[in-house]
């Protein structure tokens, strides 16, 4: 009678070496990938926000931080710095020009509301009322034509607008990706690292210590999280440091439960006993079994939290008390965008499309690692 | 006179991303009125699908029928239980055929009272009004022996023991009675005594209530206290089919003879080593080619791995698929 | 039944003493609680006598004894802006927050609960692709950008709500919907995930082998299955909701406890920051306090032993 050769009781014909090898985890991975598509469109994602914020420079057409009121509140596309057009007419123009200008444009000169005399106030209102109509292109058209030798404004290209100070959006939102990249990693390593240790000495010394380890982390659950996040951050001030503090330490509950369950399961699990009963001492205990079966969890609920921390962040800078309104944060950003919502309201909007976006695609990713990592890190344990 | 359940050819494969598993492949057997035919095989050789197959119960993705016939004759007319649409299977099932399945805990609804559990059986296919199908129920529960039955109607199956468990299940089972009983493992999950008291229930309502009774086990042990006929199953084929004296006496399949020398014997007249069948259930992944017990068979020869050994009769109501002759001690000439 | 409700009970009691301890504690986080309180520009013999009538010149043990003594009978002092006492004013506030809670959460059962049952029911359909989108969304929108673009377009161009105040019975529409948005997302995925895992159980099984109706399967054994994990659900949700007023009832100008602390904030007072906090607190520990209760109701095997 022939022998088969051992085969994996998976029926796929491999052997177990070449099962276990690192090339075929890596396709096996992306093959996973490629079934949940939306898994892999949260990792794309995901990644392209992490770049964004790396190379932000690079990725932002403009300075974030450099205001030009003559750009102020313009919407997305091409548009004219109107505090130089208006300086360069007031210094050039008469009477009688301006009200050519307002003749070829159609515009009753008489009509116009000034606070005070002359042609340069009228001018003023002039460009006032043409950018609020959104011709000032026009303008620039009819003067050029008419004044080719004058010193014009060139146009400017902002992708998704400029805020009230003239500060072009999408720069914004694109370092934007540092605060709140920087927020949830961080926030997510000082928690998960806190957490995972109080959880493991909760799990695996148990008794009086996890009854009273248990005991906090009930209450501070039971308490309306945001609340005491927004009045903390309130009473410590405005800083990065101290966001990223507020969130390292109030998650710390969901991870140390996590940790704790997971030692449970396993300390009540088969193995712990057998490894108990072949000699294998705490410590080897320790590191050969609980740790590498955290890992999976964790991951994926550092991925959520991260997720959550990001969302938090924008939600305390949305009521001022996230990092100080000279650092672009999308928070910030809606704070500011919700005076303009009714006449410019792209300043509100894609901030928050911004974090849409980026909830989503770590909403994603981490509906993704929950479904593979942890029954594969199981199966990979035997 | 016509057999009450006529199984040909049944044919069952589940798609899934591993694979097609061929669950049960080429299953034929036959039931007689009143008569309790025992299907005996290992975990995973397809005896429940088989059954469930037959009530076209079979979760449809991943699972299909991919051919046979099961007609279903109910002193009336006939019916082929495999062509039938879901609201006329809906009447068959639980009206005429009836179920029991292995774990009483996790087969019973934790959050409903037993008895509403019971009644509405009684309510959806005998068309009883709630009162009349609650005296029915109390009858009922006190028929398969539980104790102080009115009062229990209310109770939740967490307050029940395993045993008083399975005889509610036994009760939903027969509350419309039906004229097969379909039991799988029932006894798996109870202690021993409890498991001979409820043997003890089965052939008592059956033959009170005249049904015929499928019972499926891995225990030969429960089949030679209950059964009229055994049908020993491996790798979703039919290895051997017999009146039960003549399995035990007689048996013709290698497999059948392993089952019944790792039994352990109070006759023995010395202490014997309990022979098991060493190796591991088949591999179900591919289509069967040759015969499936050959890679565990101490008897298998070149032929075994040629082709599928098909059922040939080796006695009255006696059929075999191997093709090895256990008593001659040499292959069939005639297959 | 009634010892798990007790220790239930008492460990509400519990939180609720280490919640005044973290209310306690929490304006001298910084340092001097009196810094915080008091405008930058104070003089010095203002902080002083500030100091003074507050009491926190005494010592800290002392301070705290005080605090707890007061707290228990729901002395939280005076608000620091409108001078009068703190409580009663946070209590009057409560009714428009559970209004507006309340609104959102029968609004996120009345959408996700049928959506996620047809998902679980049909996994891959429409109305379950719909639901997953919508549980998806759910928990990556933000509450206070959905509140802004609705605003802009169901208030603002199209007019059919207003866009802030409580007065007339349209008002409570959008923000409701905004409030309950967050708990639509996790009910769905809830409420699929538990009618997927029902549906497998054995006694699921035994229901089909009976030939019963699928409706009455549907409703009768998998529903009443499901309730026992989406009550707690619901109940975590509504007390979430309670931390959100605060967005919303800012962006609506609904009067409720949430605009009270936004507000509060601004004005640095802290006597009615507090008393809100353990106020909201308070309302939290009492839900899930509920919330057990309504899980014995639902689960038999808990009434019946634990």
Redesign the interface.
Known sequence: MTQRPETTDKGTGLTIDEERGWRHQLAYVGRLLWRDKSGMVGLVLFLLIVFSAIFAPLVAPHDPLEQNLGFSKKSPGWSFDATYLREVLVANFDEDQVRALCFNLDVDYEGLLTLGEGPAEKIKALVNLLEDQGRIAELVEIVGHLYPELPLPERAFFLLGTDSLGRDMFSRIVYGTRVSLTVGFFGVLIAGSIGMIIGLVAGYVGGRVDNVVMGFINMILALPYLLFVVVIASILGRSLVNVILIFGITDVPIFARTTRGEVLRIRESGYVESAVSIGAGRWRILFDHILPNLIGPLVTVATFEMSGMIFYEAGLGFLGLSVPPSVPSWGNMLAAGRKYLITSPWIAAFPGFAIMLTSLAMNLLGDWLRDVLDPRLRRTQR | MQSILNVKNLRTRFYTL??VIHAVNGVSFTLDEGETLAIVGESGCGKSVTVMSI?Q?IPRPPGRIAGGQAVFFDGVSSRGLLKLGERE???????EI??I?Q?PL???????TIGSQIA??LM??LQMSESEARERTIELLTYVGIPGAAQRYDD?P??FSGGMRQRV?IA?AISCSPKVLIADEPTTALDVTVQAQIVELVAQLRSEMGMAVIWITHDLGVVAGIADRVMVMYGGQVAERARVDDLYERPQHPYTDGLLCALPRLDAKEPERLLCIEGSPP?L?VPPTHCQFAFRCQY?FDRCWADVPPLVSVGFRHKVACFYDLEKGRPRHDV | MQRYLLSRLIQAIFILFGILVLVFLMVRLSGDPVSLMVPKEASHEAREEFRQKMGFDRPLPVQFWDFMRKAVVGDFGKSLHFKKPAMPMVMKRLPATVQLASAGLIMAIVIAIPLGLIGGARPGSVWDNIGRALGLLGQSVPSFWLALLMIYFFAVKMRWFPSFGRDEWKSIIMPGFVMGFGSMGALVRLTRSAVLEIRGEDYIRTAYSKGLNPRRIYIRHILRNAAIPLISVIGVAFGYSLGGSIYIETIFSWPGMGQLIEQAIGWRDYPLIQAIAFFTSVVVVVLNLLTDVAYTLVDPRIRYEG
């Open positions: 591993d694979g009530l119960m299977m809906r009447q068959v099932r639980g009206a009836g179920f399945f774990d996790t087969s019973l609804n934790p959050v409903l509405e059986s959806e296919h939740y967490h307050q299940m939903i591999d992944l298998a």
